[in-house]
């Protein structure tokens, strides 16, 4: 027979699961785990500075090695500091499993110090959710809770577990097999016959790629497709890495920050393969205007996306790298000679190319092209939400599924630098580059510390305009240029802040590769300051509501 | 003078499992859904293991989408879709109110 208290459980159960970093803050109510936790020989916490940033290290595992990770947090506002973290796991299906403390059952519904309904708090922005009640009930909820996170379609799990069951006392016999992914119903055979017929019978067909396209690892299965028919392929900002960005047949990032000659092709599209994607509004601009002569074969693990926004003359429900590779088994090589001179054409787009300033000072752009050259294709990146956001988006030369880390449906400033560090801490041999904005940046800057104190291998590329640059953007373009509250009154000096948190720091006022290769190269954490000129803007731009065809579009001083 | 309501109802019967949580999981999945839930009925079957949960809800094209958001609810064993009130509600309103209308409180 085990003998042991449920928290010292819960550790035992963690670690069967495989887990070896958990990242968190100890408080009140969660006190026995920690504990516990100090106890093991197999995990290493990582103590973050916010439970939000504790949320996102966890993300930045999950995200960047496709497993489940865990964060810890105490009641109260610990566990509602978690809830930004989960509902962006949540809106980009990220597998996080949360452990929350909770105040002893006895005082559950008392209004007791540090209480919050956690449970009923969490139920709409994750998967599933659990509030244990006796220790016996973790040699359940724990496998479940990883099964939950990982299978079909993954996303974020909440357990909430009050303190008297974390100290209950419990002898059991056996331990519980960790839970793991489900197995996923292969693809419906008929659906995948008239999806080929429906693909061959095809003029202007494209292979539209979402996220799920990287859950699924099904890259390959999609360049493959791809490749044997003459189909252009596009993606989604989730989707990015997916395929590289170097393919022939890769047209880029469609949408509001897509590229023009993307968005205008695939008007003329007769026919839109969707795998692992969900009509996002970011990415089809007025659904009622986009792509209105296709038709639509939609490929996904979640029965409730097919025909949700759009519906689709074949929906194929399943794992998207299965129907991927068994349409590739089915269809005959099949040529599309004028088609594809349209997308190799579009592939020629410059509609991104966009600065205000001249060639002798910083641009984004090219910023963002200088790095991405220096640190490899092994890096990963993260990012925070806003305009270099975009003009990351637009100008990383993505190779690799899993390395592009961004906030992509809840579009959560302060994503990036904790979830850099989780990358890190997963990918210990990696590079991992942050970009940020001085508005995204200062939202966990609190972070800064914990990656100080992890001597981690994150460089943060902070692009400041001083502002809040495309709330800004949208005031110049759509309100009159009325600009209020999105200019930032003060400087902030950066350098001197990271510096004081115990990280390196430069400024970079000018063009100057070769400071920016050395710095890049130093092990270990670093801060690159870079001022850039608020007035800069992310084009082409499709306006909040417009159709694709619709886009605003910039110009670019002496980029010829 | 209240329109009366046209519109078709159907019946829902959901087969889930019984804990504290489980109906604040499938009212609040039709609530931030923006779905109107008419009624609601809710039974401990299968010795409380189990609850049946009875929805009465208006027909619209948006039903089977909400359908199949309620399907991935993990606490949610089964769904089906009743083609409208088999007396159910009715039958319950009659019993409660008699003829529809709110009797008189004493």
């Known amino acids: ?57 966890a993300q930045g595992m999950a995200r960047s090695t496709g497993q489940a990770a865990v964060c810890f947090a105490t009641s109260g506002p610990g566990a509602t500091n978690l809830l930004t973290a989960i509902a962006d796991a949540k809106l980009d299906s990220t597998p996080i499993v949360c452990i929350t403390g909770q105040v002893h059952s006895d005082m559950i519904g008392t209004d007791a110090f540090q209480e919050v309904d956690i ?56 331990w519980p097999v960790p839970g793991q992914a489900t197995a996923i119903a292969p693809c419906n055979a008929r659906a995948l016959e008239n999806a080929a017929r429906m693909i061959a019978a095809a003029k202007r067909p494209i292979l539209y790629l979402g996220g799920g ?63 692992g994607a969900r009509f996002d509004d970011r990415a089809t601009g007025k659904i009622a205007e986009f792509c209105p002569q296709a038709n639509v074969i939609h490929i996904d ?79 990963f990146i993260a990012t925070d939400v806003g305009q270099h956001q975009m003009w990351t988006a637009q100008h990383y030369p993505f190779c690799r599924s899993r390395h592009w880390l961004t906030s992509g449906g809840l579009g959560t400033m302060g994503f990036g630098l904790p979830t850099a560090i989780g990358a890190a801490l997963a990918n210990p041999d990696n590079p991992v580059v942050c970009f940020s904005g001085d508005g995204s940046f200062l939202m966990n800057i609190q972070e800064l510390a914990t990656l100080a104190q992890e001597q981690l291998n994150v460089k943060i590329i902070l692009l400041d305009n001083q502002a809040l640059g495309l709330v800004r953007q949208q005031q110049s373009l759509f309100y009159d240029n009325r600009l209020f509250a999105s200019e930032f009154a003060n400087a902030i000096d950066f350098v001197a802040i990271a510096k004081g948190f115990g990280i390196k720091a430069v400024s970079l006022k000018t063009n100057n590769d070769s400071m920016l290769a050395y710095t890049l190269r ?27 065809t619709t886009m605003l579009e910039g110009e670019c001083h002496a980029c010829a | 003078m209240p329109v009366p309501d046209t519109r ?65 609810l993990a606490d949610v064993r089964t769904v089906v879709r009743h083609a409208e009130d088999s007396c159910l509600f009715a039958g319950l309103r009659q019993q409660m109110y008699g003829g529809g209308e709110l009797k008189e409180s004493a």
């Open chain 1, 522 to 548: 130093q092990p270990g954490p670093c801060l690159i300051h870079v001022p850039i000129d608020r007035r800069e803007m992310v084009f082409p731009m499709v306006p909040p509501g417009a159709a694709n």
């Open chain 1, 119 to 174: 449970y009923g708090m969490s139920i709409p922005i994750t998967k599933h959710n659990f509030q244990v009640r006796s220790a016996a009930e973790l040699l359940e909820v724990i496998p479940q809770a990883f099964e939950l996170a990982l299978s079909g379609r993954p996303g974020p799990v909440l357990v909430d577990i009050p303190k008297d069951v974390q100290t209950e006392i419990l002898e059991f016999a056996d």
């Open chain 1, 301 to 379: 693990i979640d029965a409730s996306e097919i025909h949700k926004l759009r519906s689709a003359h074949i929906g194929v429900l399943g794992d998207v790298g299965e129907a991927l590779t068994r349409l590739n088994d089915q269809l005959p090589q099949q040529s599309r000679p004028e088609w594809i001179d349209q997308a190799k054409e579009a592939r020629r787009d410059t509609s991104t190319v966009v600065a205000l300033t001249g060639k002798d000072q910083i641009r984004p752009f090219e910023l963002i092209r200088d790095i991405a050259k220096h640190v490899g294709e092994q890096a």
């Open chain 1, 213 to 275: 396209v990287v859950s699924a690892d099904a890259g390959d299965a999609a360049c493959t497709l791809a490749e044997n028919n003459d189909i252009p392929m596009v993606t989604t900002m989730m989707a990015l890495g997916a395929i590289r960005s170097d393919h022939p047949l890769n047209l880029g990032m469609f949408g509001m920050h897509g590229s023009k000659k993307t968005n205008l092709l695939m008007q003329e599209a007769d026919l839109l393969i969707v795998a």
């Open chain 2, 8 to 72: 078709r109802e159907t019946v829902l019967e959901l087969r889930v499992n019984n804990h504290p949580g489980v109906m604040s999981h499938v009212v609040g999945l039709f609530a931030r859904r923006r779905y109107n839930v008419e009624a609601i009925l809710c039974l401990p079957v299968d010795d409380g293991a189990q609850s049946d949960i009875w929805l009465l809800v208006n027909e619209s094209d948006r039903l089977s989408q909400i359908i199949s958001q309620v399907e991935k």
């Open chain 1, 1 to 57: 027979m085990h003998h042991m208290n449920g928290a010292e459980l819960t550790i035992a159960l963690l670690e069967r699961q495989g887990i070896t970093t958990i990242s968190g803050i100890p408080g009140g109510t969660n006190l026995p785990l920690y504990t516990a936790l100090s106890h093991s020989k197999r995990i290493r916490h990582v103590l973050a500075r916010h439970e939000q940033g504790a949320g996102f290290i």
